[in-house]
């Protein structure tokens, strides 16, 4: 079984050759080498999730080469768990973008490259799920990052580059501060696999352990989105493509959540810098849900929504117990899933309404109520309605608070309630605007396609049918029919709206929204799975035992 552990990474990159060799002339064999290979690592890594459970960690050395030489890839009860639920995430998201045509049709976009692109950054995000040591979880980010500017900027429209070149002005940052944190552990630790660190940093300094923990947590931060290390995440995402999105908001988001998981119960146990996570868990809370309530572009709301709920799991991890690692993994993978889902909606009401500023939109609940079960159901789930698996992650961590019973963990527990309540305002405010409400006179009508002239920037001229402050400048409309195959997007592609949405896009979305469902009918077995998880969290013997062998 150990042999499989380093498959997650290395199909989609043998499958991204492929891709690249054949894409350009058989596109029907590139989309079938993107769907497979990612629903065998899905596979693989519900089989890893397993084997994991059933026998403890499982790891491998990559060309026999034992620690700290040699590579080191390892499964444990966590990693299993993050792996299966992006793979299913991101299996769902390729089949919408199919759907979609953003991958096939659009004569604008390099088609041979999205595939690709999107397989290494699933390779990338296993990588980093799957790293034993701190310099392979560096090259998991690094993979991710080279992906992740490819599919933010498709099209090479304006708004693209710009979000993109701010995205990878950050993470170059917070890489050179990774490479120096890497290079100050190793320097006073002659290695830099996990288990080899968790003995040996315990003999440091107490202060030289403190730099490189608030190291290693600020470039975590910084990939997680932490408030006040959150500004470029709003300007960076909206102006992707939908499942582009969807997929960095709901996953690579959650990737330095898991790593600031790792290192803190691996690394560094203890809780030394408890109060200031519970300090900044907080402030993502209020400053991210606030900024939800001022927005009135669906895409920004969202985006700042995802802010504020990464308070909840960094509450978790300041927290430092079993109950709160246990509620903050059951809130992971919750909202990797429903954020996820969120986005995919976003981009069925963009196509469906050709727009997702809310004054802008009406009327979808009567004219589509399917899309509108599909947004209300994950928007509650959010919201932490019971008894969805919202609550149910929610309900663990604030138990968690109560029990600690300090100071900032009942701060913590009534900032936790009064944002659940704040997200429920912001997912009323949604829906009443876009779903409920009358569709307001200035709607798109049915098969307005709308576009966006790439010299806006240049155009200062703000008439009837610009869109200020969302994005979506010198956007014209003109009538074609109801129907055509466009992709779905209105920062630098054409959008047609239509009454009948592509049933891959919409059947992907459905498939979120179940898989976000599942977590609730299965509350027990899930509950029971990530409490498993946490005590294997803090014993750390397990995963030493694994990696060297005693």
């Not at 043998?14 to 058989?26: D, E, I, K, Q, V």
């Not at 991710?144 to 993470?171: C, D, E, K, N």
């Not at 501060?177 to 300094?205: D, H, K, S, V």
């Not at 978790?316 to 986005?343: P, S, W």
Request: glycine residues 10%.
């Amino acid at each position: 079984m150990n042999a499989l552990v380093p498959l997650p990474v290395l199909l989609p990159l043998c499958a991204t050759g492929l891709s690249l060799a054949f894409g350009t002339r058989l596109k029907q064999f590139q989309r079938f080498i993107s769907v497979a290979v990612l629903t065998a690592v899905l596979g693989l890594s519900v089989a890893l999730m397993i084997a994991a459970d059933m026998n403890g960690p499982l790891s491998v050395h990559l060309g026999d080469f034992a620690p700290p030489l040699g590579i080191t890839l390892v499964a444990d009860r966590l990693s299993g768990l993050m792996l299966t639920v992006s793979s299913a995430v991101t299996l769902c998201v390729l089949v919408y973008s199919l759907g979609q045509g953003m991958a096939d049709r659009d004569e604008e976009t390099p088609v041979a490259v999205f595939h690709p692109a999107y397989l290494i950054l699933v390779a990338g995000v296993s990588c980093t799920f799957l790293a034993g040591d701190l310099v392979n979880l560096y090259v998991g980010f690094e993979i991710m990052l080279v992906a992740s500017f490819v599919l933010l900027t498709l099209g090479g429209t304006g708004p693209r580059i710009r979000a993109g070149s701010t995205y990878v002005i950050i993470s170059l940052f917070s890489s050179m501060l990774f490479l120096t944190a890497i290079a100050m552990t190793y320097a006073a630790t002659g290695t830099a696999n996990f288990a080899q660190l968790a003995g040996r940093l315990a003999e440091l300094p107490l202060g030289v352990q403190t730099l490189i923990q608030g190291m290693l947590l600020t470039v975590f931060a910084i990939k997680a989105a932490v408030f006040p290390l959150a500004a470029w995440l709003p300007d960076s995402y909206p102006t992707a493509p939908a499942p582009v999105t969807a997929v960095f908001a709901g996953l690579l988001t959650k990737v330095g959540v898991y790593c600031m998981l790792r290192t803190e119960t691996l690394l560094f146990p203890g809780n030394r810098l408890g109060d200031l996570l519970m300090a900044a868990a907080l402030a993502s809370m209020v400053v991210g849900i606030l900024g939800a309530v001022a927005q009135t572009d669906l895409k920004r709301l969202l985006s700042f929504t995802l802010i504020s709920h990464i308070g909840y799991m960094v509450f978790g991890i300041g927290l430092a117990t079993r109950e709160a690692y246990g509620g903050a993994i059951v809130y992971v993978v919750h909202h990797i899933t429903v954020q996820t889902t969120l986005f995919l909606v976003a981009g069925l009401i963009e196509r469906r309404g050709g727009t997702t500023e809310l004054t802008r939109l009406g009327g979808i609940a009567k004219a589509a109520p399917v899309l509108a079960l599909l947004f209300f159901v994950p928007a509650m789930n959010l919201a932490g309605i019971p008894p969805l698996s919202g609550f149910i992650g929610k309900l663990g961590l604030m138990r968690a608070g109560v029990a600690d019973g300090s100071v900032w963990a009942w701060i913590l527990v009534i900032g936790s309630t009064a944002t659940s309540l704040l997200t429920l305002y912001v997912m009323a405010k949604v829906w009443n605007l876009a779903f409920w409400r009358a569709a307001p006179p200035g709607q798109a009508a049915d098969g307005t396609v709308l576009e966006s002239d790439d010299d806006s920037d240049d155009d200062t001229d703000e008439g009837p049918d610009r869109m200020p402050g969302t994005g979506d400048e010198g956007v014209r409309p003109r009538h074609e029919p109801a129907g055509r195959a466009v992709a779905a997007t209105l920062h630098g592609h054409a959008v047609t709206t239509t009454t009948r949405l592509p049933r891959l896009m919409t059947w992907a979305t459905a498939a979120t929204v179940a898989l976000g469902l599942a977590y609730t009918v299965f509350a027990g077995p899930l509950t029971a799975y990530t409490d498993r998880s946490a005590a294997e969290l803090i014993a750390r013997v397990p995963y030493v035992e694994a990696v060297l062998g005693r």
